[in-house]
């Protein structure tokens, strides 16, 4: 079972950027695909989730009419559209496939950065 994220990197508020996670090793679309991040000094929190099947997506507050999640069964990729990055974005964002509530897997992270 294998996450990869890409698509991290520095951006100047007001940005945007893509996040992708391409996942390998299960069968992709009967998971429910999330997207976390965790800033410096913080916890790490639940940015997004889509649902699957359904595509039920759910956001937190601060990224809700900014951030859009979506999948593509067919590339086995869960990606993250964030547009009008503000600093307070800033974080390492995770990807995380969950079978069931006690059986998940986590990617690697990626390092999102927003500053002028």
């Known amino acids: 079972v294998q996450l990869v994220e890409s698509g991290g990197g520095l951006v100047q508020p007001g940005g945007s950027l893509r996040l992708s996670c391409a996942a390998s090793?299960?069968?992709?679309?009967?998971?429910?695909m999330s997207w976390y991040r965790q800033g410096a000094g913080k916890e790490r929190e639940l940015v997004a989730l889509i649902t699957s099947p359904g595509g039920r997506t759910d956001y937190a507050d601060s990224v809700k009419g900014r951030f859009a999640i979506s999948r593509d069964n067919a590339k086995n990729t869960v990606y993250l559209q964030m547009n009008n990055l503000k600093p307070e974005d800033t974080a390492v964002y995770y990807c995380k496939a969950e079978l069931t509530p006690s059986i998940f897997y986590w990617g690697q992270g990626t390092q999102v950065t927003v500053s002028s």
């Open positions: 090793g299960f069968t992709f679309s009967s998971l429910d």
